[in-house]
């Protein structure tokens, strides 16, 4: 399963499709199935120096020659400023992603297999070749390896930096300027000798069309190289820590890691491979966060660290789903340690510093991943060790928080302040919301009546000394003022914001959050009467539009500089997360009609179709609202592969949660 040959492994198509490597701790290795670097965020090692945060890339590609005879090949493949440095696509036969991403050459009739893997818990990388070599034909294999050491947000030219290096046996430490983190290679035989040049101006595309830097010099500080007349195998590892290696060791992290994806794969008793490809996909962005000693959520690749809001509307799919309830409990606790004021983090730093607090749905999202949680496990320990955190989000949301959130007399809650973005749609320019939701949003509110409803369950449940009936009564204002406040009756559909003066009536797919929650909001022709109109006017086979078309500001194209990627955000994109609890919406709502089942199927299986596009094995963050809706932002988001796995299994295979929680009134 996703295998490439032929047309699609040169360009343009091979660099289209891009393949990602993680280690659990936030570091990475990715490319592309030409093995063109498109992204300065592309290489063989970005390490987590304080995981998962303080990436730094160090090793971007390994550049291969080989002498078969007396004829010399090049296998690596740059694009550079001036057109294409190598034409190793020529010579590449096939790509595997799994089990490891897998480049197969032919020279002659030589076959050159290069694999890459990464250790777990490590910042380290294994490049493993195989020569197949039935004529016992003389060829030499030589390892050009290219690195820097900056980060991962960042371009480097060349510098004065001395890339200090020290050579013993088959390794090399290398540090690329005092203090700077040292970065090891080593190869379990051949020679090692020192080269010492630059390589000039690599051109990554889509950074170009980004509108951010895009060209980059890199630093050769050392060749590696084999010589023989046999078949053989060779490895090279690159890591921040030193080790000498053999056969005996590459074999041994190579079956680990093979039986640890066996394991993953083994999550679900379905033996469907979307399923799998999807575990496994999951598991790129469960990491640890070493300063909780928890586990904790990455939000995306390349870029995104853990994200509160991310992190709770991924757990189900990512966690649950899969089995992985000790990683679900560990990344709830530890978001819970981290409340203040009733606020869940809204993204921690890159640089390790304090969590920033800036969003008003993380914390109401927390009661849905809890609730959930609940659904899969059964677990009233858990829970009744995190209810009094949940008491404190509903108390300090009704006494008035940090920007502005607070609950108003009708019951709702308001949020918001100059210049600030609190819901999801947070884009900014120049300090400014690009879509300013200022009020009483209408998923927020959804998810503040589902907080309410669920903790007086709760609390009537553990028989706390509070009485579950003052969430009771609380809910059922806030349901009260919902309909009352939302309903747009000349549209069949919610307005989106409701403000002090004025509803904005603005369609776009927040709304779809008020039918999918396990609590009834609005009555079952209000609900089809959403459904239908999100249907009609922001569906698309690869998720939910953020505007109406028809809409004025409508964006249907992702791309351009920062600012005019920030105006399309949320302004017409194609979002995968809120299409879940759409599906979600539509399995409940048709669950009497015959054909629910081949609809489902209908409404999921483009995305898994995506599987084999954009980073092959995993979910982009967004997608062009226009046809023929592009991939773009993200090429590997968590709340878009847990939304699609968590819909897939569900609503689809009926996997669930075996604990009923009926929190209705």
């Given at each position: 399963?996703?295998?490439?040959?032929?047309?699609?492994?040169?360009?343009?198509?091979?660099?289209?499709?891009?393949?990602?490597?993680?280690?659990?701790?936030?570091?990475?290795?990715?490319?592309?199935?030409?093995?063109?670097?498109?992204?300065?965020?592309?290489?063989?090692?970005?390490?987590?120096?304080?995981?998962?945060?303080?990436?730094?890339?160090?090793?971007?590609?390994?550049?291969?020659?080989?002498?078969?005879?007396?004829?010399?090949?090049?296998?690596?493949?740059?694009?550079?400023?001036?057109?294409?440095?190598?034409?190793?696509?020529?010579?590449?036969?096939?790509?595997?992603?799994?089990?490891?991403?897998?480049?197969?050459?032919?020279?002659?009739?030589?076959?050159?297999?290069?694999?890459?893997?990464?250790?777990?818990?490590?910042?380290?990388?294994?490049?493993?070749?195989?020569?197949?070599?039935?004529?016992?034909?003389?060829?030499?294999?030589?390892?050009?390896?290219?690195?820097?050491?900056?980060?991962?947000?960042?371009?480097?030219?060349?510098?004065?930096w001395p890339f200090l290096t020290s050579i013993q046996d088959n390794r090399v430490m290398i540090e690329a300027y005092p203090g700077a983190p040292k970065l090891y290679l080593s190869a379990d035989r051949g020679r090692l000798q020192r080269a010492g040049f630059w390589y000039y101006d690599l051109f990554y595309e889509l950074e170009a069309e980004r509108g951010l830097d895009a060209v980059e010099d890199l630093y050769c500080p050392v060749k590696f190289e084999i010589e023989s007349n046999r078949s053989l195998s060779w490895a090279l590892r690159?890591?921040?820590?030193?080790?000498?290696?053999?056969?005996?060791?590459?074999?041994?992290?190579?079956?680990?890691?093979?039986?640890?994806?066996?394991?993953?794969?083994?999550?679900?008793?379905?033996?469907?491979?979307?399923?799998?490809?999807?575990?496994?996909?999951?598991?790129?962005?469960?990491?640890?966060?070493?300063?909780?000693?928890?586990?904790?959520?990455?939000?995306?690749?390349?870029?995104?660290?853990?994200?509160?809001?991310?992190?709770?509307?991924?757990?189900?799919?990512?966690?649950?789903?899969?089995?992985?309830?000790?990683?679900?409990?560990?990344?709830?606790?530890?978001?819970?340690?981290?409340?203040?004021?009733?606020?869940?983090?809204?993204?921690?730093?890159?640089?390790?510093?304090?969590?920033?607090?800036?969003?008003?749905?993380?914390?109401?999202?927390?009661?849905?991943?809890?609730?959930?949680?609940?659904?899969?496990?059964?677990?009233?320990?858990?829970?009744?060790?995190?209810?009094?955190?949940?008491?404190?989000?509903?108390?300090?949301?009704?006494?008035?928080?940090?920007?502005?959130?607070?609950?108003?007399?009708?019951?709702?809650?308001?949020?918001?302040?100059?210049?600030?973005?609190?819901?999801?749609?947070?884009?900014?320019?120049?300090?400014?919301?690009?879509?300013?939701?200022?009020?009483?949003?209408?998923?927020?509110?959804?998810?503040?009546?589902?907080?309410?409803?669920?903790?007086?369950?709760?609390?009537?449940?553990?028989?706390?000394?509070?009485?579950?009936?003052?969430?009771?009564?609380?809910?059922?204002?806030?349901?009260?003022?919902?309909?009352?406040?939302?309903?747009?009756?000349?549209?069949?559909?919610?307005?989106?914001?409701?403000?002090?003066?004025?509803?904005?009536?603005?369609?776009?797919?927040?709304?779809?959050?008020?039918?999918?929650?396990?609590?009834?909001?609005?009555?079952?022709?209000?609900?089809?009467?959403?459904?239908?109109?999100?249907?009609?006017?922001?569906?698309?086979?690869?998720?939910?539009?953020?505007?109406?078309?028809?809409?004025?500001?409508?964006?249907?194209?992702?791309?351009?500089?920062?600012?005019?990627?920030?105006?399309?955000?949320?302004?017409?994109?194609?979002?995968?997360?809120?299409?879940?609890?759409?599906?979600?919406?539509?399995?409940?709502?048709?669950?009497?009609?015959?054909?629910?089942?081949?609809?489902?199927?209908?409404?999921?299986?483009?995305?898994?179709?995506?599987?084999?596009?954009?980073?092959?094995?995993?979910?982009?963050?967004?997608?062009?609202?226009?046809?023929?809706?592009?991939?773009?932002?993200?090429?590997?988001?968590?709340?878009?592969?847990?939304?699609?796995?968590?819909?897939?299994?569900?609503?689809?295979?009926?996997?669930?949660?075996?604990?009923?929680?009926?929190?209705?009134?």
């Open positions: 399963m996703l295998v490439f040959a032929g047309p699609q492994l040169g360009p343009p198509a091979g660099t289209k499709r891009e393949w990602l490597l993680t280690n659990g701790i936030g570091g990475f290795a990715s490319s592309t199935v030409s093995g063109i670097n498109t992204r300065k965020y592309h290489g063989l090692l970005v390490a987590a120096l304080n995981p998962p945060v303080e990436r730094r890339l160090l090793l971007a590609k390994l550049e291969e020659e080989v002498c078969v005879e007396s004829r010399k090949y090049s296998l690596f493949c740059s694009q550079t400023v001036g057109g294409y440095s190598g034409h190793g696509f020529d010579f590449l036969y096939e790509f595997h992603r799994f089990p490891f991403p897998t480049y197969i050459y032919r020279l002659e009739n030589i076959f050159i297999q290069k694999e890459i893997m990464m250790v777990r818990g490590e910042n380290t990388v294994l490049i493993l070749y195989h020569v197949l070599n039935p004529d016992n034909l003389n060829f030499r294999l030589c390892l050009f390896p290219l690195v820097t050491n900056r980060d991962y947000h960042w371009t480097v030219r060349k510098n004065k690159a890591s921040t820590e030193d080790l000498a290696i053999d056969q005996e060791w590459v074999l041994k992290q190579r079956n680990e890691s093979l039986d640890r994806m066996k394991r993953l794969g083994r999550a679900l008793p379905q033996t469907d491979n979307h399923i799998k490809v999807l575990t496994l996909a999951a598991d790129d962005f469960i990491v640890e966060r070493r300063n909780t000693g928890k586990k904790t959520i990455i939000a995306g690749y390349p870029w995104f660290t853990d994200w509160g809001r991310d992190a709770m509307i991924a757990l189900p799919g990512l966690t649950l789903v899969t089995g992985r309830y000790r990683d679900a409990r560990e990344i709830i606790k530890g978001f819970v340690d981290w409340v203040q004021e009733g606020l869940v983090p809204n993204c921690f730093s890159d640089d390790s510093g304090c969590p920033h607090y800036n969003t008003v749905d993380a914390s109401l999202w927390l009661f849905w991943a809890v609730h959930k949680y609940l659904e899969y496990t059964g677990d009233w320990d858990f829970v009744n060790e995190v209810y009094p955190c949940l008491c404190t989000i509903v108390d300090d949301y009704c006494r008035g928080t940090r920007y502005g959130i607070k609950v108003d007399k009708d019951g709702l809650v308001t949020q918001g302040e100059e210049g600030m973005a609190l819901t999801w749609m947070d884009a900014r320019i120049a300090g400014q919301p690009v879509t300013p939701r200022r009020g009483k949003a209408v998923e927020i509110n959804s998810l503040w009546h589902f907080a309410a409803r669920f903790l007086a369950y709760l609390t009537c449940r553990f028989g706390r000394p509070r009485s579950g009936k003052e969430f009771t009564k609380l809910a059922d204002l806030v349901r009260s003022s919902f309909v009352r406040e939302f309903w747009f009756e000349p549209g069949g559909y919610l307005y989106d914001v409701v403000g002090e003066v004025d509803k904005d009536a603005t369609l776009r797919c927040n709304q779809v959050i008020a039918v999918s929650l396990p609590t009834r909001l609005l009555n079952s022709e209000q609900e089809k009467s959403v459904i239908r109109k999100v249907w009609r006017e922001l569906y698309t086979p690869f998720g939910l539009r953020t505007l109406c078309p028809l809409s004025e500001g409508y964006k249907g194209t992702y791309g351009g500089s920062e600012h005019e990627r920030d105006r399309a955000y949320h302004q017409g994109t194609v979002w995968v997360w809120p299409w879940g609890h759409f599906v979600t919406a539509v399995s409940r709502i048709y669950a009497d009609y015959s054909g629910r089942l081949t609809l489902i199927k209908k409404m999921v299986k483009p995305l898994l179709i995506h599987l084999e596009d954009g980073c092959v094995g995993n979910v982009s963050e967004i997608f062009d609202g226009d046809f023929p809706h592009s991939p773009r932002g993200c090429f590997a988001q968590a709340w878009s592969v847990g939304e699609v796995l968590r819909v897939y299994a569900e609503e689809v295979m009926g996997v669930k949660g075996r604990h009923k929680i009926d929190i209705q009134d």
